[in-house]
């Protein structure tokens, strides 16, 4: 007689909604937090992670808890625009490549031999605060009520959009794992942004992660409001594998699709005393880049260590500076009304300022005086006429 499948208990301390990047990493935080190890988990996750969906990049200057899955490194990041070419040296950090099969493999493993931690394949139809005990979640598979609960699902903006006080746009991308008849590509250089192709009136450029001298990923970006047809992105990467590369014939070892919303519209960091958000709801792609993996570990890392602390969630979410999502509308407030601009502003940054103090602008660390070297050394004109359209409330339009 096969055994019955346990039932799982309705009762937890935290329930986790989703498990992509930001449910699983938090997840995987509190798995490694002593302090926490008689708190029971429940991830509840509406589909399987069975498919490498997507590849997560990020550069470090320190250990993160996934260093061990991390797929590649390169020691080396190209810049290229028609005005200006360099390939920078990489001193403190590195720029690091993990697959998303890789880490959702490595977490549920983890999390299937920790005792704290149920996970659950069904979704959540509702998530309410109930008064005296926490949280109370709705599925087909039941109820589940906890002291507080962690909703990573995709915000919901186009009912809540307001087009008269922020900025909307995508991150929108195609990108092909290719393998070319002859070496193509220098495995240890990242072209991080290759500027070179036609702009459109917006920000476009080809992003290629190497892994060998004849395997890439290679994906044309675009950081604009809608998104192109399929074969118009097709038609890029054709264009650099043949024209930029000399690359003859190459096949298509796999694809990854994606649009990354990037906005200035409030993120709220929780819904409630008790339900805190996470990942995209929360914020933690960052709105002029969106770059997310290590701003979902660093708030992980966040909530764990208050939560180890005192038993409750940091009073401060998330540490973000207000100049830094400053910073983010009004770079956005310029691809929204002249993305074309956004080409010189970034070869004004890699040309005038070292790629080191560039990542750490991007990571929110610099300092005042750091803050300022950056804005000095752009073009000021268009971010002038950028804080003129935020004090007054309404964005830039072309």
Known sequence: MVPEKPVPPTEYDYLIVGGGAAGLSLAYH???????????????EPEA?????????FWADEPLLFDGI??????????????????????????????????????????????QVT?????????????????????AAGEFTARYAFDSRPPELNEARQPRKHRYLLQHFVGWEVETDED?????????????????????????????????????????????????????????????????????????VGAIPMTDHPLAARAGNHIINLGTRAGRAKPSTGYAFKRIQAHSARLVAGLAATGHPPQDLT????????????????MQRQGERTRDIFTELFQRNPVERIFDFLDERTSWKENFQIMNSVTPWPFLR????????????R
């Not at 309410?128 to 926490?134: T, W």
């Not at 540490?319 to 310029?334: K, R, S």
């Open 70 to 115: 991390v797929a590649h490194e390169w020691e080396q990041l190209a810049f290229r625009s028609p005005q200006f070419e360099r390939v920078f040296s990489l001193r403190r950090h590195r720029y690091k490549m993990i697959r998303g099969l890789d880490f959702y493999q490595f977490v549920h493993a983890a999390l299937a031999r920790s005792p």
């Open 184 to 256: 193509a590509f220098d495995p240890a250089t990242v072209e991080f942004m290759d500027f070179r192709g036609a702009q459109h009136h917006e920000a476009r450029f080809i992003y290629v992660l190497p892994f060998s001298r004849r395997k890439a990923l290679v994906e044309y970006t675009l950081f604009s409001a809608e998104v192109l047809p399929k074969a118009e992105y097709e038609a890029e990467i054709r264009r650099y594998l043949h024209e930029q590369l000399g690359v003859g014939t190459f096949r298509i070892e796999a694809e990854e």
């Open 386 to 397: 950028s804080i003129g359209h935020v004090v007054r409330g309404r964005p830039g339009a």
């Open 30 to 44: 509190i798995s490694q937090e002593p302090a926490l190890a008689s708190k029971r988990v429940l991830v509840l």
């Open 319 to 334: 540490g973000d500076q207000w100049q830094f999502h400053l910073f983010d509308t009004l770079l956005l407030d310029i």
């Open 119 to 139: 996970c659950l394949q069904a979704s959540v139809t509702d998530l309410a605060e109930v008064e005296g005990v926490g949280v109370r979640s709705t599925t």
């Open 49 to 57: 992670k069975t498919q490498n969906d997507r590849t997560w990049s």
